[in-house]
Structure formats: C-alpha cells, structure tokens
C-alpha cells in the first residue's frame, strides 16, 4: 500500500465548492514567506515566483460561464519526483515530518527538481530581487531570505510546525488540532483551506479528507500527494 | 654557451612565487583571525567577575528559557543590581550615562548564525544542555568570546548522541534549515 510505504503526516484539504479565488492565500503566502515581488517585466518572462497560485478554469460557453478556482502549490508528495533529481540533496524528504524540504543552503541551482515537478510547484530565484523600502520590514525572521541562484517552494509553512510543536512543548502537552496553521490557510476568508495532522482520525483535516467529494491532482501519476481537493462540481458528493 | 636554465629553476620566478605565495597565505590567515577576533563591546563587561559572583546566566539572558533568542540585557536590567551597588568604576559610569539618556546599550552580538540557519535556545536549555558548552567557560572572559568550529557537523555531533530514536527528527534538514 502507498500509505505503508510513504507515510503521511501533514495534510490540506482544499474546497473548491467554496473557494472564491480572492488571492488572499497567494499574499499571505508570499509575506509569511519573504518570497519577493519580482515585477511585470520579469513576470513575463516567465520568472514570476508564487509559492502558491490559482489556478483559474471556465466552465461552460459564454454567457452561461462559470469560474472554477484551483489553488496550487507544492503538494508535499509521498513519492515525489523532484527529490530523486536533485544532485546535491537539496531537496530531500523529511522523515519526521513526512514533507519536501528544499535546503536553500545545499542548493546549486540546477532547476532539475522544477523541471521535473509534474504540479509546477517550484519558483527558481533567477536574480536577487531588490525589497522596496518600507516592505523590508515585513521580512519574516524566522524563514531565510533566499538568495540569486537558489530554488524554493511551499514548505507547509514549515517554520509554523515548528513552533506549533514548540509551543505545544513548553506548555508540556501534546500537539493538538489546529496548533499549526500555515499562512494561507489563515487567510482565508472562507475557511476553504484545512490543514493538520492526517495520521489523527479525528483531526478536521482528517475528515475532510474522506469527503467523497475529495481526489488529488494528477493522481495517475503516482506521487502521493498531501494535499486533497474537494469538488462536487453541483453534486456535492451525490 | 650555457644552456638557459628552466623558468621553473630561474631565480627571479621563485622569488616570485614564494612572494605570491606568501600574500595568499597572509591574506588567508588575516581573514580566519578576523572572524575569530573578540568585536569591539560599548562596554568591557567583565563576565568573569558576575558569573564568578553566582550569578545565572539566565538572569540577563532570560530568552533562552522561552524562546529562540536568549537576548543582550537592557539598561534597566543592569541598573536593577547597579543602582543598589555603589561602587564606581570607569565602565559602570558609561552604564549610568546610558541610563542617565534613556539610551540602550548598543552590544555586539557575538555567539550568530547564519541566516539560514534557525537556532531554538529554548528545547537545548530544556534538554539540559550547559551554557557554557556552547558558549566557552565565561568565568574566564570579560567580554564574550565568539567559540571555534561551531558548524554544522559539531551541531550534529551533539544531536547523534542523543540516542536512536530521536536521531530522525534531531537529523532533519528543516529542523534547523528552512
């Protein structure tokens, strides 16, 4: 079974029925994360760096269209295909915390890992982005500014889990439910992100996940992925 | 006619090889005793005298206790202890001029990191580990001395001999870089 053979432990749901696209997620992301702001020009070349994005869908001909909102991002996978590539082990898995990790200090830049990211999920820092005046002071201590030359992507807020734990450890108890949540999911105004524990039954996460209204992206291809959607598409698990 | 020596047996191209030399070897031993040099203190605080007294180290470091930064102390921490005492000395007058113009004292950071690198003070005080195993014996300085060889393999050093079955979280890339 996939499950024995790569365990999981951090999981997001994430309601498409309810999500609206307001890119809140996508700004809370990118201050949580000190990811800079790379600017039009380089946007179009292709150098636009988002840990997480939506993707936009119309369904149906006009007038009669509807938008359906796909919020992407690294999808933490079991068996992911980046870490294999990776000359330098910079991008390897955490066996404690069942996530990708990208190790900004190990990287050399290769870009193999984004080239080979089914989900499209890594941004490359192709220049040292200047941080405009005031906004530098909303650089985040406790995530490294990255630097020309080095790939990164969405960590699960990674830093949150660490100090969920911490917190839970100094006030000498056990980690509980809703202790760790990433940016984005705070975020969001329609609470259409869930993240937790999936190795807990009872976590929210947990149970969102066994919605029947829930699949992962691109799960032909065998990678495991952490993070589950839900959409109904009208039926709401019919 | 004599054969013309090799380059590599021409006396000027040693002596300017052993000069090239020299200045990398130089520059290179320059550059280490900078980084291991002790940075300049707006106060010499004696560290030996107040740890010598008894004093915790927690007492002006209280953030290691609770959080990832064990902190400088403030002008109002020292005056705590200083306005009771009354001796004098040059360094304690720049410690009441501080005070005397609602100033904090501008210290140095000695014991840093890299920025990608994220120390935690809180779960090492908490796992028992001594001060000074980290920061040097300070009964033997006045001011902070920054330590030798504080790299990633001595971190690790420590953390595989905290057994097994902890070696797999305390192994982590992300435990420290992220």
């Known amino acids: ?238 | 006619m004599n054969k013309p020596l090799p380059l590599w047996m021409r006396p000027w191209v040693r002596i300017t090889f052993a000069v090239v030399v020299l200045i990398f070897l130089g520059a290179a031993a320059g550059g280490l005793y900078l980084t291991q040099t002790v940075p300049e203190q707006p106060i010499q605080f004696p560290h030996n005298f107040h740890v010598g007294s008894g004093i915790p180290c927690m007492y002006c470091h209280p953030g290691a206790q609770w959080g990832p930064t064990a902190g400088l102390p403030t002008t109002q921490k020292c005056l705590g202890c200083h306005q009771q005492v009354e001796k004098r000395t040059p360094e304690i007058e720049k410690l009441l001029n501080y005070a005397a113009n609602g100033q904090s004292i501008p210290w140095v950071p000695v014991a840093i990191q890299p920025d990608f690198v994220q120390f935690n003070h809180r779960p090492h005080v908490a796992a028992g580990v001594e001060c000074a195993t980290c920061h040097g014996d300070l009964t033997k300085m006045t001011v902070a001395e920054p330590q030798r060889g504080q790299n990633m393999g001595w971190c690790l050093e420590c953390h595989q001999k905290q057994g097994p079955e902890k070696w797999e979280r305390l192994s982590d890339c992300a435990l420290c870089h992220y």
């Open chain 1, 1 to 238: 079974m996939a499950e024995e053979q790569y365990p999981e432990k951090w999981g997001m749901v994430i309601d498409q029925d309810i999500c609206t696209g307001c890119q809140a997620c996508v700004t809370a992301c990118s201050m949580e994360n000190n990811i800079p702001f790379t600017g039009e020009e380089e946007v179009a070349y292709g150098r636009g760096m988002h840990w997480l994005r939506i993707q936009r869908y119309w369904e149906g001909e006009y007038p009669e269209v509807s938008p359906t909102h796909t919020p992407m991002m690294c999808q933490q996978c079991g068996h992911a295909p980046c870490e294999p590539v990776c000359p330098v082990f910079a991008t390897v898995h955490s066996e404690s915390e069942s996530i990708n990790l990208q190790v900004y200090n190990r990287c050399i830049g290769t870009r193999y890992c984004a080239n080979n990211c089914p989900y499209i999920a890594r941004s490359f820092n192709w220049f040292d982005y200047e941080v405009p005046a005031p906004m530098n002071y909303y650089l985040n201590p406790s995530v490294t500014v990255r630097r020309r030359g080095v790939m990164e992507k969405c960590t699960f807020c990674v830093q949150r889990i660490y100090a969920g734990q911490e917190t839970a450890k100094k006030e000498g108890r056990a980690l509980r439910d809703g202790d760790v949540v990433p940016a984005c999911a705070q975020a969001c105004p329609v609470d259409a992100i869930i993240f937790g524990d999936l190795t807990d039954p009872n976590s929210r996460v947990s149970q969102a996940a066994r919605s029947e209204r829930g699949y992962t992206q691109l799960e032909e291809l065998g990678t495991a992925p952490r993070v589950t959607y839900l959409k109904g598409g009208g039926t709401y698990g019919g």
